[in-house]
């Protein structure tokens, strides 16, 4: 139904930055919203960044804890959405999702999707 390549994941020292991006593509009829989760182990899952796309477009959304420190982007011609992460601290370790909410030509319907994950590491 829709498929997400997410790059950009990977080790970093303590104040460090990495930039993740994330393509979406299939049968997508309209995109409400692209965003970035993340999880770490033995946490819930939680909001890092999200933007909208089409009628609200450009409104963004951080968490507190990254707010100044992660910048989202988006490319809506190519359905991609980006977050760059500067000043990275160790609490920032997670796996971080992708997530698109959109209506797609198959359903018709409002959904959420989201992407495998990619691995963020802030490490000395």
């Known amino acids: 139904q829709v498929q997400f390549v997410e790059s950009g994941g990977g080790l970093v020292q303590p104040g460090g930055s990495l930039r993740l991006s994330c393509a979406a593509s299939g049968s997508i009829f309209s995109i409400y919203n692209m965003g970035w989760y993340r999880q770490a182990p033995g946490k819930q899952r939680e909001l890092v960044a999200s933007?909208?796309?089409?009628?609200?477009?450009?409104?963004?959304d951080y968490a507190d804890s990254v707010k100044g420190r992660f910048t989202i982007s988006r490319d809506n011609a190519n359905n991609t959405v980006y977050l760059q992460m500067n000043s990275l601290k160790p609490e920032d370790t997670a796996l971080y999702y992708c997530?698109?909410?959109?209506?797609?030509?198959?359903?018709?319907?409002?959904?959420?999707?989201w992407g495998q994950g990619t691995q963020v590491t802030v490490s000395s």
């Open positions: 933007i909208s796309i089409g009628r609200n477009s450009g409104n963004i």
């Open positions: 997530r698109l909410r959109g209506i797609l030509e198959v359903t018709g319907r409002l959904d959420v999707y």
